[in-house]
């Protein structure tokens, strides 16, 4: 059923990390977007991290779908760039690149000074290896990373270090795709032998290296000396195996591991433990309340955004999320580059929302609680819920209220997930609560663009100038044009309101006190700035 569900949420909302995925990280008792990771002290170079790990037995980059073993791959491989905290792309295995008038073809120069764990010398070939070999699972079923080489068409090995890469079209090209860890080449027969390749050592060109490798209990990793970037001043880690990420809280509170990731809302009890710190981040997860264009009351303006009036978002964070998540209007990454920081235009008042009602013929004609239009039809609307995710149960039960107090009679249809498919693709809903996990190389055409009415964009809403906007932004490579086109985009979303955006989810990373130094996980690298970290005093 697992499974099923990763698919779906490929299939119908375009999810690109399906199974796994920059952002301010903050400690709890500071501010939003208020950056106080960084400690006082002089950084000290050596001391070991213990992490905790759920799987060891296949640390394959290509082929694992492990969400920790994803992480400790960071700490192992590069790509091509890297996303810093803004999604804004930097520098890695390639130093810098350039694309070409018609926006499809990118060429990078990669770095010279680069060799894998074993000494041998990094080269263009082993990118283009990389990138056939991800190419080899069109259907992405082996490996989470083959949807960003999907439309590439052509590679062309310009010299050892300088690599041109073409795309089908200017759409489907973007350099924040080139994140997927670069492999060896000589470490494999072939591209296929890739994906038979389970228990394999790795072999990257990232900061740490391995050392010892047991795949039933630990693996030791060490400084890379060679590493081509700065050296982190962590000399060793130590990766746990542990039965789950339940097991891996319990750890940290039992000073086995460092580290872990909080799985509930509620880890704020977690700071009443003086040897812990918490590290609040938001993720890539929207909610969003979705509306039917194909229904006549829907696809009135003033209905949908009398809806986005009486909603108290506020209060369902607080009661729901235990006040961790972030509310937005748009489903843009509110630390994104491109994210236009302006008030939110949406906010609970119930008097508006009764004004716009009113326009739209819809009041209280007989003295009673709900409200009729001139025909005497009450307002009565279906909202559609998974009932595995207890959250969005949850929401529901608020937004249902909420929207009682204006006179709106909202009716919650709480199914499993098959029936939750079924329904959203048979068009079989007025409202749906859902939500997408946004992928670093942003394009929101499968959700508003009128190309997949029917089919990711399930709501059914058009307009040519969104198309128009969400077509050019995808083509447009300079920073400043594509900043103004996502401020155009953003202002007509939240004019036309296809989906209220409710909030993206945060999540916290648990740390020991005694490792210091920035630490600022993002939702795509709980690592990243691993560099910056040290181990201060000892374990206690």
């Known amino acids: 059923m697992k499974r099923e569900k990763k698919i779906f949420y490929y299939v119908c909302f375009l999810f690109v990390f399906s199974m796994l995925s920059g952002c301010i990280s903050r400690n709890v008792d500071t501010k939003p977007n208020v950056n106080k990771s960084l400690q006082m002290g002089e950084p000290i170079v050596g001391g070991e991290l213990r992490i905790p790990v759920t799987q060891l037995d296949m640390l394959n980059p290509i082929i694992n779908d492990n969400k920790s073993v994803y992480y400790l791959n960071k700490l192992i491989y590069d790509g091509l760039i890297r996303l810093d905290e803004k999604l804004f792309p930097q520098p890695a295995l390639a130093k810098k690149w350039n694309v070409s008038e018609n926006g499809k073809e990118w060429t990078f120069q990669l770095r010279d000074d680069v060799r894998w764990h074993d000494g041998k010398l990094f080269s263009a070939e082993d990118v283009k290896f990389t990138i056939d070999t991800l190419k080899m699972d069109t259907q992405g079923k082996k490996s989470i990373f083959s949807v960003y080489v999907k439309h590439i068409k052509n590679i062309k090995i310009i010299n050892s270090h300088k690599i041109s890469i073409e795309f089908d079209e200017a759409i489907d090209s973007s350099v924040e795709m080139f994140t997927f860890p670069i492999i060896p080449k000589h470490q494999f027969l072939n591209s296929k032998a890739v994906y038979d390749a389970v228990n394999i050592v790795p072999i990257g060109t990232g900061p740490y290296k391995v050392d010892l490798y047991d795949k039933f209990k630990t693996i030791k990793l060490v400084v890379n000396d060679d590493y081509w970037g700065d050296k982190p001043y962590i000399t060793s880690i130590l990766a746990k195996r542990v039965p789950d990420k339940e097991a891996a809280l319990t750890s940290v509170e039992a000073n086995e591991v460092d580290i872990a990731e909080a799985t509930n809302f509620d880890w704020e009890k977690y700071s009443e433990d003086k040897s812990l710190k918490i590290y609040e981040y938001v993720t890539q997860y929207f909610e969003f309340l979705a509306f039917n264009f194909n229904k006549d009351i829907l696809n009135d303006e003033n209905i949908r955004k009398a809806l986005a009036y009486s909603i108290d978002r506020h209060k369902i964070v607080d009661e729901v999320y235990l006040g961790h998540a972030t509310i937005v209007d748009v489903p843009i990454y509110p630390e994104a580059y491109f994210y236009c920081e302006e008030e939110k235009k949406y906010g609970k008042d119930l008097l508006l929302a009764k004004k716009l009602l009113a326009e739209s013929s819809w009041e209280n004609r007989d003295n009673d ?167 201060g005093d000892n374990p206690k």
């Open 369 to 535: 609680k709900w409200l009729e239009n001139e025909s005497g039809k009450e307002l009565r609307l279906r909202l559609l819920v998974n009932n595995d995710n207890p959250q969005r149960v949850k929401t529901a039960k608020f937004i249902a209220s909420q929207l009682s107090e204006i006179g709106i009679d909202v009716v919650i249809n709480k199914v499993d997930w098959e029936e939750y498919k079924k329904k959203i693709l048979a068009n079989k809903f007025d409202l749906v609560l859902g939500g997408w996990k946004l992928s670093n190389a942003f394009n929101l055409r499968f959700a508003l663009h009128s190309e997949y009415i029917g089919n990711t964009n399930f709501i059914g809403y058009k307009n040519p100038n969104m198309d128009k906007l969400l077509d050019e932004v995808l083509v447009t490579k300079n920073i400043s044009v594509k900043k103004e086109k996502y401020k155009q985009i953003q202002n007509l979303f939240v004019n036309d309101l296809p989906y209220f955006g409710l909030y993206f989810k945060n999540r916290s990373i648990i740390v020991k006190k005694h490792v210091k130094g920035d630490i600022m996980p993002v939702p795509f690298n709980i690592f990243n700035s691993i560099e910056k970290w040290y181990i």
